[in-house]
Structure formats: structure tokens, C-alpha cells
């Protein structure tokens, strides 16, 4: 029998026995548990506490049968002790690189692209480091960095060509 309603899937979960209920905000389906703290929580909980879990789905038929197959799977993993935040939590994105490691690969991307030459080198030296050069170079590469490149860029080729 279809889930329908929202009290149905709260009903059935119940029913089931898990350590785990289902919490609706909005038009998003949550699952609530008692879980150890989340890794990177800016909370100062050290001890399990009850916390929501968001599911990505909406309150609709299909969301309620999602609901329901990830509160069953989320419960026995409670229930035997498996539960691991990394199989929840999205990955992590990688550390930016600085400007000065981003500068580096740009430049031996260039290079490797680019006929060899002293027209290279020029190029190298008076339209690119001469913008670079003034980005601190130990600063993790952000967009305002990346916009400041573009005006830098933009200002050292006009200054070169004699353009102001």
C-alpha cells in the first residue's frame, strides 16, 4: 500500500520500531536520531544528541517512499552501531590552492602550450607575472583574487602595448 500522507510515513516509521521519526519543514523531509556530532560541527556538543538528517526530497508519494527506504536503512545502521557521518555528509571540496601554487600550474600550462622562445619568456615575464607578482602569494585563490587578476591582467597588457 502507497504512502499518501505524511502522517502514514510517520506512522509506519513508528510502527517499525527504529530509533529514528521523520520531521517535515516546509516541503523537505528530515530524519531526526539521537547521533554522535556531526565532524566540522561548529557546535560544542561532544556527546550524541538529537539532530535532523536532511533528505533532499519533498513531501509528495514519492518522497514519502524514499523517506521510508532511508529511515528503514538509517535505523539498522543506528540499531547495530554502524551509523558513520561520511555516508551522509557530502564530500568535502578540496582545499583552494593559494595564488602563488595557482600561478605555478598556470604558468607550466603555458609553457607546455606555447612554441619555445624568447617571445615565450617576454610574454610570460610582461603579461602575466607583471599582474601576478602583485597577488599575495601565500593566500588560498578566491574569486576576489580571481577578479583582481582580470583588472590586473587587463591593466598590465594595456600598460605594455602603451595603451592607458
Given at each position: ?43 560544542q556538543q561532544t556527546e ?15 518522497g514519502f517512499e524514499v ?98
Amino acid at each position: 500500500m502507497a504512502i499518501t500522507s505524511f502522517e502514514q510515513l510517520q506512522e509506519k516509521i513508528s510502527a517499525l520500531g527504529l530509533r529514528v521519526s521523520v520531521r517535515r519543514k516546509g516541503e523537505a523531509l528530515y530524519l531526526r536520531a539521537v547521533l554522535p556530532p556531526r565532524p566540522g560541527s561548529k557546535s560544542q556538543q561532544t556527546e550524541p544528541h538529537q539532530q535532523d538528517l536532511a533528505l533532499k526530497v519533498q513531501a509528495n508519494r514519492y518522497g514519502f517512499e524514499v523517506t521510508l527506504e532511508k529511515a528503514i536503512a538509517f535505523g539498522l545502521a543506528l540499531g547495530r552501531g554502524e551509523f558513520n557521518w561520511n555516508d551522509y555528509l557530502e564530500p568535502i571540496a578540496p582545499q583552494l590552492e593559494t595564488v602563488g601554487e595557482w600561478v605555478e600550474k598556470f604558468k607550466q600550462h603555458y609553457y607546455s602550450t606555447k612554441i619555445e622562445g624568447k617571445t615565450q619568456e617576454k610574454t610570460w615575464q610582461g603579461h602575466y607575472m607583471s599582474a601576478y607578482s602583485l597577488l599575495p602569494p601565500n593566500e588560498s585563490l578566491s574569486a576576489v583574487h580571481c577578479a583582481a587578476l582580470r583588472r590586473l591582467g587587463t591593466s598590465a597588457i594595456a600598460i605594455k602595448s602603451g595603451q592607458k
